[in-house]
C-alpha cells in the first residue's frame, strides 16, 4: 500500500491525489497535520512506498505513471 502525504485543504495536493485515483493505486492518504512526523525530509505532496518518495512537491499524471512503470 502506498502512502500518500498531503495537506488539509490543499487545491494541489487534491488534484494530484486524483491521479491515484485515475490510475487505480491502492494508497491511505495521510494528512501530514494530524502525522507530522511522517512528513519529515519529504517535500509535499508526495507518494511514499516503504519510506522512499516515489514522487514528491508537484508532479503530473505523466510523473507518476512513469515511476510506477506504466508510462
Known sequence: ????????????????ERYLWAMGLPY??????????????FELPAVIINGVALVQGRFSEEDLARVLGRG
Open 28 to 41: 491511505e492518504r495521510v494528512d501530514v497535520e494530524d502525522r507530522p512526523e511522517l512528513a519529515r525530509g
Open 1 to 16: 500500500m502506498y502512502l500518500y502525504l498531503a495537506k488539509k485543504n490543499c487545491l494541489v495536493c487534491d488534484q494530484q
